[in-house]
Nanobody
Framework: QVQLVESGGGSVQAGGSLKLSCAAS????????VGWFRQARGKERDFVAT????????YYADSVLGRFTISRDNTENTVYLQMNSLKPEDTAIYSC????????????????????WGQGTQVTVSS
């Protein structure tokens, strides 16, 4: 069983940047699709970005396209989310999730396609 731990959250002003990390332990997740999701207070959890298990394919929500970049280092068992040009509406708890190994798809955008979730890290963007 893999465990996921997010880090890198914090408070920044609008226009700033943060880099989130999602570290896996317990077993490798180098054969799992990994996604980032976010949940703002009082709202449903939304898809942000996803990356294939080899890292060659990525997909983003329209709201973050061009500002966020997802990447992974399978030698370090870590997936990253570089967030630039942050806006107040990006404020949320950000969680990473991993699919089952060799799950058969290049990437996933729906919560139900993910098998394991981290606890999340808070990102707050002030205007």
């Amino acid at each position: 069983q893999v465990q996921l731990v997010e880090s890198g959250g914090g408070s920044v002003q609008a226009g700033g940047s943060l880099k989130l990390s999602c570290a896996a332990s317990g077993r490798t997740f180098s054969t799992s699709v990994v996604g980032w999701f976010r949940q703002a207070r009082g709202k449903e959890r939304d898809f942000v970005a996803t990356i294939s298990w080899k890292g060659e394919s990525t997909y983003y929500a329209d709201s973050v396209l061009g500002r966020f970049t997802i990447s992974r280092d399978n030698t370090e068992n870590t997936v990253y989310l570089q967030m630039n040009s942050l806006k107040p509406e990006d404020t949320a708890i950000y969680s990473c999730a991993a699919s089952a190994p060799y799950s058969g798809s290049i990437y996933y955008t729906k919560e139900n396609d993910y098998h394991t979730w981290g606890q999340g890290t808070q990102v707050t963007v002030s205007s």
